[in-house]
């Protein structure tokens, strides 16, 4: 039993330590497919070569939230295994898109540690990098979770929480070289509406539902490599449900959200999310997101905008928090995201 | 939500109008693999790039209704979103295989209109193409579909009835360029029987049977990006079941007809059709077929097989109709297609 | 009915006959990318074509299990169609790699034949070659199965049974060409643990489970084009239940085996099986391993390592069988093969 992995545990991450996470990934056509299998994902860019070679770009990429699951799978082992709860992310940003027969590898910085109170777990804030094989960071997010200790008479690190932007300032973003959307085919892109048709507070109801299966959401997170036995084990929780990789809700709900964004092709930064309650086999997810900001860009014809996404598993669109500041019960995701669309 | 798609209503189809449909598709080794494991699909020139260059192509094509998923999945938003019901299918052809690597995009020409009695709805035609990135057409069909109409008061349009070919004459099917069964390998197809050893008349029990699961429908479905809320969303209709989408039916029973027409190779003719019960998760599927008609072909080789293959989810092989001309219950498809054999 | 394949029954198989499997198969990087997304893939080599590169190879192969049952799955129609039961294993090597675009077909000479003293079965020997477009052999193996008569009055033909390596020696291992673990990445491929690690004796628990659904078994088992009934079918079992396919579960369990073994890279030799007890959806698949032997090779950096692989839906790890000398009923799978690790 001493071969095999049981994880990192509070006292194990210091402020400065670089994590190289294992399992590197090719991706291949393979992968670009099973998404569009899993989600129904259709943003042209993504689903067309010659779409993506309109826009400036060699071909179509592997979806972004694809290389976001690959980069976080790899984290798994080492960042959550004894993770008690996912709390949030920030700064994250796509700086390069992952094609076809490229491989990826991860690795993370601890960049800060603050003990609860209670003695018994702490939250550790990671911030992980994904590498192709030339060593270009293709993303980078700031995650933080809280984790158990092994050892609770263990010291308590000296605390650092860093500095954070709540918002990546779009100045920020990194837009694809080459990206250029003036001859951006809005027919073929399944929406007429563009950058400047949306306003900031506009509020889009994505209309569509999914019911999400056992065998679904496991072939998903296998896909990634992500490991977490509450996916895939019902002896894992005690009321032997599986819980869904939250990442599998984000990908829903942005795949959904193609139903009123269709030309919000590219995410290039994601500002914050969370986690507002479990999902499980057997709910319907459905999406609506709030038009947060607009930012214009340098590349030709591209503006960028910022999106709340939020998944639900049932309740009325638009509702988020209850009087008491808390998510409502329905509520299952709260995504902070920039995207680019077509001017 | 005036950013979503509200889909069209009878009265938006006009005779002539030609719609783009959205969203084109790179196709990979992945789409291939994915039929492979959702279907039981075993057509050697299909599975083995070595046995379709045997038999002149290039190498291995997508399968055949893999392409016609491809190109259908992207007429839903525009064509049946508001559909009541799929009527029916005529003068459908492959005209080119399509391989790894081609972009597929559909457009749809509205070929005839007519309201019903009823004043509510009213029944478009349409003849879809399927293109690939240079423009060459890869398959056509007509499909008719009853929609509904948004404003009960709009006027009827006049009604336009395109005359259909209820079969297509053998002369004109596309024998895909280079075709040659000349030195085919029966004992590598995996039967010995050739176009000679079958006799109009003769009905073939194909004997084994699938079982259907709400994931893998949904996988297949959503791989074509056919986005039907029926097909996803156990909310949609009132008893709370996801209808499978009626193409799950279509390549299931083609793919199980491997046992006893493992040299029906390639399909290049779609008749008719009609789904004639629906189908829902936790049956099992069956199918046979009945050999309506023969010809000849000028390419080396290969005959021509006009068939019908029937899925049924229970009762006997070779029962269609009741005595009052109606599909008996457990009878899920009656498709009449031609195919291609060896001589 | 005369037309489908009623699969060969006792009397049919002839020591010395040869049967060339049918469907041939192409591979490409979707097969890959199923394969990771249906188990919990990790080892390194088989994720990554830079890991491959920097151990000597092209490019990473397709998984060994995954080569082995699309040669296994040919064989079905005509092996085990009318089977009682799969018996065992013996002298299994894998000879060469194989890489996306590689056809691969499957031959079986018939070795032995015994029939049951009961008269109504007997057993057949086969010993089955995987070959790729080239001709080469990539791997081979002995299986035994139980067989039904069809006639039962016809003769019983004179026994063979053929002489089996109980285990496979260390020298007839095939080492892929060029394979090289001098520059081995411990940390990329996920745990410290090197050949000199593991002892004799020593036993592992893998400690991950996986609750297996229908869907995904499915799912899996055409992907090999394997046609058996009893997997897809369920009303093929009077208990209304779908048999899972055997090599399902050594493919679950070896993945799940990365945790403690995941620098046992390549399987390179399977010296027997014995699938203990059927595996149904819903159960939860977890794995040990116990070091049968150790041997050094002639490749740079590369030592061989005999593991005991057991699944179990349940029950403690490292309990095998009871007083009576019967695999215990949560027993699913013990298997006993080679795997390459660095030094």
Redesign the interface.
């Known amino acids: 039993?001493a071969?095999?992995?049981a994880g990192r545990f509070f006292e194990d991450y210091h402020v400065g330590d670089v994590i190289?996470h294992?399992?590197?990934?090719?991706?291949?056509?393979?992968?670009?497919?099973?998404y569009?299998?899993?989600?129904?994902?259709?943003h042209?860019l993504y689903?067309?070569?010659?779409?993506a070679r309109a826009s400036g770009l060699p071909?179509?990429p592997l979806d972004d939230l694809a290389a976001f699951h690959v980069v976080f799978g790899k984290t798994v082992?080492d960042v959550s295994l004894n993770a008690v709860a996912n709390l949030g992310y920030a700064e994250g940003r796509w700086l390069k898109p992952v094609y076809?027969?490229d491989?990826l590898?991860s690795e993370s910085e601890v960049i800060g540690v603050k003990q609860n109170s209670n003695g018994k777990s702490g939250v550790v804030y990671v911030r992980t990098r994904g590498l192709n094989?030339n060593g270009d960071v293709v993303m980078e997010y700031v995650r933080w979770v809280m984790v158990r200790k092994r050892d609770l008479d263990a010291l308590a690190p000296e605390t650092v929480i860093p500095d954070l932007n709540k918002v990546i300032p779009a100045d920020q973003l990194v837009i694809p070289e080459g990206l250029d959307f003036t001859n951006y085919d809005f027919?073929?892109?399944?929406?007429p509406?563009r950058w400047g048709?949306y306003e900031v507070g506009e509020v889009?109801?994505?209309?569509?539902?999914?019911?999400i299966?056992?065998?679904?959401h496991?072939?998903?997170t296998?896909?990634w490599?992500n490991?977490a036995?509450v996916h895939?084990?019902?002896?894992?929780r005690p009321d032997g449900t599986?819980l869904i990789y939250g990442g599998h809700v984000i990908s829903m709900a942005r795949t959904l959200s193609f139903?009123?964004?269709?030309n919000a092709q590219m995410i290039v930064g994601l500002n914050g999310g969370a986690h507002a309650n479990p999902c499980l086999s057997g709910d319907?997810i459905r999406a609506w997101t709030e038009v947060l900001d607009k930012a214009e860009t340098s590349a030709p014809g591209v503006g960028a905008i910022r999106l709340r996404l939020v998944a639900t598993k049932g309740g009325a669109p638009f509702e988020l928090k209850g009087e008491d500041g808390k998510y409502l019960p329905d509520v299952l995701l709260d995504l902070d995201y920039w995207a680019l669309m077509p001017l």
Chains 1, 2, 3 share one sequence.
């Open positions: 039993m071969k095999t992995n190289k294992a399992v590197p990934r090719t991706v291949s056509g393979g992968e670009r497919a099973l569009h299998a899993l989600y129904p994902a259709r042209a689903s067309s070569d010659e779409f071909k179509a082992p076809e027969g491989t590898r094989q027919e073929l892109a399944g929406e509406h048709d889009i109801d994505h209309v569509d539902g999914v019911t299966e056992e065998a679904e496991m072939i998903a296998r896909l490599q490991t036995k895939f084990d019902n002896t894992a599986r139903n009123g964004l269709a319907t």
